[in-house]
């Protein structure tokens, strides 16, 4: 039966790879067919969802939807790259649905020596029990360091560099909207205030400026409203449903492997779940856990996601953004506490509706982001002071209109040489970057909203004015208290 199997899907090989030479011929431009995933699980075939297609670049060209079906341009090669499935390259045929089967990728273990466990899900269970035991579970106050990049056809647009406090809130449940405690929204479980912050002028692929406003604007599909570090929200997805949380084991796959020397455990969403709505499960795809040299501690977590359910929603509103990417975390143990000192995040936004998005969408040059957050020096932070300190960190938030010091920057920067050399060839061919940072100093990374229905009423626009006067005010105090604060913890 097996070798029957075989000798049958080296006959589709052969016949796609016949179809693949063929088609190039008579491919037209902006001519596109569609594609169909599925998998093999005994006597059934079964639709496989929200796979992330590669192009001959290596980049995501595009995202499968909830039933594995996506739509692609035919006369290209494009590739469906996984820890779990054979590695699989094909092209798409106008007006027709190619469908694809994929195989699982077996496990050489006569080169693999097993070190720890017969199963890894019990190694999982193991590590997932020594986070729950361990991983931050209360308010802790650090520090923070963190750039944000926007690219759109491979030119950096947008740059965003700033240090300052963290507040975690050491929530580990997920409820919607109640990120962290007392029920605040958003990606608050994780309050970020600059102290100290440097950032480009918005910039379009025609190389001119752009506003950045708030939304429910009238001219949206010109203006964006932009919100650095997405991070958070991702990051919380994966803290309160991936495979390192104990009740959502049960949803992925498990095999070990070897990843540059190091022992590594994969974990893939297993198919079955993949387009469940009704399970608080937020992100679907597969990655790697990297393990220190004993085994009994995750080194390192990288998810490569393709498919990200709104993580502030109740389930059956499901929301499902069209945006794929890697997330990178790093842990470390400081005092005991296991808590998360680097993520990074490198996404694309593929739909015009995603999760903050930070650019119009433009369907063949999607909007890119790349970020990096550094955390460190987390103190737990006492009851008595917490509730002032929350609604402090959470009133100003990444507005904290502090001014730009380039005294400050000459020392510490959380950008590389490499890419600072490359957001510099970018963005300051026009106007050179330290006057667009001098140019923003002290301002707010979105306008404010305006306080007026009706902005010829002079009644109105002076109420709004003494509005933002006083709301500076409050805001420049808070930060100076603020301040004092994070010398202690930077």
Not at 107 to 124: C, G, M, N, S, T
Request: charged share 25%; proline share 4%.
């Amino acid at each position: 039966m097996a070798k029957a199997f075989n000798e049958l899907v080296k006959t589709q090989v052969l016949f796609l790879l016949i179809l693949f030479a063929v088609t190039p011929l008579f491919a037209q431009d902006g001519a596109r067919g569609r594609a169909k995933f599925f998998f093999k699980e005994g006597e059934s075939t079964i639709s496989l969802p929200f796979l992330p297609i590669y192009n001959q670049a290596g980049e995501v060209e595009a995202l499968a939807d909830s039933v594995g079906v996506v739509s692609l341009p035919i006369g290209e090669s494009f590739q469906i790259r996984s820890l779990f499935y054979t590695d699989t390259t094909f092209q798409v045929v106008e007006n027709r649905l190619t469908k694809i089967i994929l195989e699982y990728e077996d496990v050489a273990l006569q080169v693999f020596e097993i070190k720890f466990f017969k199963d890894p899900r019990d190694h999982v269970k193991q590590l997932s029990k020594q986070i729950s035991a361990e991983y931050i579970s209360s308010p802790h106050l650090g520090a923070f360091s963190g750039y944000f990049l926007v690219s759109q056809k491979e030119k950096i647009l947008d740059y965003y560099e700033a240090d300052g406090l963290s507040l975690l809130s050491g929530n580990k449940k997920w409820k919607p909207w109640d990120f962290a405690n007392n029920n605040s929204t958003g990606e608050s479980y994780n309050h970020l205030v600059p102290m100290e912050i440097r950032r480009s002028f918005h910039w379009n692929t025609n190389g001119d400026t752009i506003a950045s406003q708030l939304f429910n604007q009238p001219t949206r599909d010109k203006e964006y409203g932009m919100l650095p570090f997405y991070s958070r929200e991702i990051y919380r997805a994966l803290e309160v449903s991936g495979p390192l949380d104990e009740k959502s084991i049960k949803y992925y796959d498990f095999k070990y492997g070897v990843e540059d020397n190091n022992d590594v455990i994969y974990f893939n969403v297993k198919d079955q779940f993949k387009s469940d709505a009704k399970l608080p499960l937020f992100l679907i795809g597969e990655g790697i856990l990297y393990l220190t040299s004993s085994g009994d501690m995750v080194d390192k977590l990288i998810f490569n996601f393709s498919s990200y359910k709104a993580i502030n929603l109740e389930l059956k509103r499901r929301l499902v953004w069209e945006i794929s990417g890697v997330l990178s975390v790093s842990y470390e143990k400081e005092n005991n506490i296991i808590i998360p000192s680097e993520i990074g995040l490198e996404a694309k936004f593929f739909g015009g509706r995603n999760i903050g998005l930070p650019r119009p969408f433009e369907q063949g040059n999607e909007a890119s982001i790349s970020e990096k957050m550094y955390l460190k020096n987390y103190k737990a932070v006492s009851d008595e002071n917490l509730d002032n300190l929350r609604k402090a960190m959470s009133k100003i938030g990444l507005e904290s209109m502090v001014p730009y010091d380039p005294k400050y920057w000459q020392g510490s920067s959380s950008v590389s040489d490499k890419i600072y050399a490359k957001v510099n060839s970018d963005l300051g061919k026009k106007i050179p970057l330290e006057k667009q940072f001098l140019a923003n100093s002290g301002k707010r990374l979105r306008p404010w909203p305006s306080g007026a229905s009706n902005t010829s009423n002079k009644k109105n626009e002076s109420s709004s004015e003494e509005f933002r006067d006083k709301e500076i005010e409050i805001i420049e105090d808070v930060v100076g208290q603020l301040r004092a604060i994070w010398i202690d913890y930077k």
